[in-house]
């Protein structure tokens, strides 16, 4: 839940940043909000992870008809999950340490837009991830 | 000198490490299977080693980078997000295709 909330609030970054007047104040609070959840999932997802699906939901998955789902979409998952933070702390601290820079330079400004989008694609594989995982698990 | 910008560009370069970190450690404990008990033994799990790992790394190459930088263009700064975006997608789709390999071949 913590995950989706944060992909939302990188989704309205992402579209504050293609317009052509920027509310900077609008994107320091969502990019904080975003990060703040991502840390929150990278927790919370962690601790599911390491104490209850390794021993509960894996074996079961590796059983099942589909041990793919485990040993691609969890794999990969899991492992993009680890620098999710660190694009969103980066881009969090673009609008607290640059807000002058990226209201006058349109270069930064597409730069973190493409970064913003990136967070934003690669939050929603890791959300279609889960849903094959859970799917693989019935 | 902006320190804003030397910092911003720090950051990026301690992020661009830390993901290129997590793409080989991930490839390399999974290929040879000790380095992948080493990481369970000091931290428990071998995904909770390559997170804290990750936070120091980047903590480190942030600081190294800032300790060593001049003064950082806006220009500068403009490549270094791009090369962040462009690495976050080279990774992606290096760890999908490992993992699709692991499993098929």
Known sequence: ?138 | MNKNLKLTNALISGAIVTIIFVVIITIFADLYLPLKDLLKQYFWHHWVAKGILSVIIFLFSACVKYTFSKETLEKELSTGLNSLTLISICSTIILLMFFFYETFY
């Open chain 1, 1 to 138: 839940m913590t995950g989706l909330l944060a992909i939302v609030a990188y989704y309205a970054v992402w579209f504050d940043l293609i317009k052509k007047d920027i509310n900077i104040d609008f994107l320091k609070k969502s990019s904080l909000y975003g990060l703040l959840l991502f840390l929150l999932s990278w927790l919370s997802g962690g601790y599911y992870y390491a104490l209850y699906y390794g021993n509960v939901v894996k074996p079961i998955i590796k059983i099942g008809p589909y041990p793919w789902a485990h040993t691609i979409f969890m794999e990969f998952k899991e492992h993009i999950f680890l620098f999710i933070p660190f694009l969103a702390l980066v881009v969090t601290l673009c609008f607290f340490l640059l807000e002058n820079n990226i209201k006058g330079n349109k270069e930064i400004k597409q730069s973190i837009t493409y970064l913003s989008a990136i967070i934003v694609f690669l939050s929603t594989i890791i959300t279609f991830s889960g849903i094959i995982i859970s799917g693989a698990v019935r």
